[in-house]
C-alpha cells in the first residue's frame, strides 16, 4: 500500500469558527464532528481535523494546490473578506499574487495566524 496523509490536527482557538473559515474560504463542504474535531474534508481524501488547542496556538502553513478555476474563486473570497493577503511567505509583497513555477500562489492567515497558501501549480513544476 501507498503511503498517503490521511489526515492532519489544526490546532485552534475556535475549532468551529475555524473549520468554518477554511470550509467558506477554500470552497468544500462545511464541518462535520468527528469525536472531539471538527474535519473539513478535502477532494483528495484528507480531512483537516480542527480541535480547540490552547490560547495561543503555534502558527503553522498549510498549502492547498488547487485548479485554476478554484484559484479564482478562492482568490475572490480572500478578497471579498477584505483578507491581507501577499505573494511570499515572508510577507514582503502584499496584496500581491506569485507566478512561481508557470502558475498563480498567494498566500493569507487564518484566525489563528495559521499561514494559508493555494498554488496553481507544485513547487517546482
Known sequence: MAVKLNHTIVHVTDKAAS???????????????????LT???????????????????????AFL???DDFDAI????????LTYYAD???SRPGEINHNDGGRGVYWEDPDGHMLEIITVPYGG
Do not use: C, K, W
Open 19 to 37: 473549520a468554518r473559515f477554511y470550509s467558506e474560504i477554500l470552497g468544500v463542504d462545511p464541518p462535520v464532528p468527528f469525536s472531539h474535531f
Open 40 to 62: 473539513v474534508a478535502m477532494s483528495n481524501d484528507i480531512t483537516l481535523d480542527f480541535l480547540d488547542a490552547r490560547p495561543d496556538p503555534s502558527p503553522q502553513h498549510y
Open 66 to 68: 488547487v485548479g485554476e
Open 75 to 82: 482568490y475572490g473570497r480572500v478578497r471579498d473578506r477584505g
Open 89 to 91: 511567505p515572508m510577507r
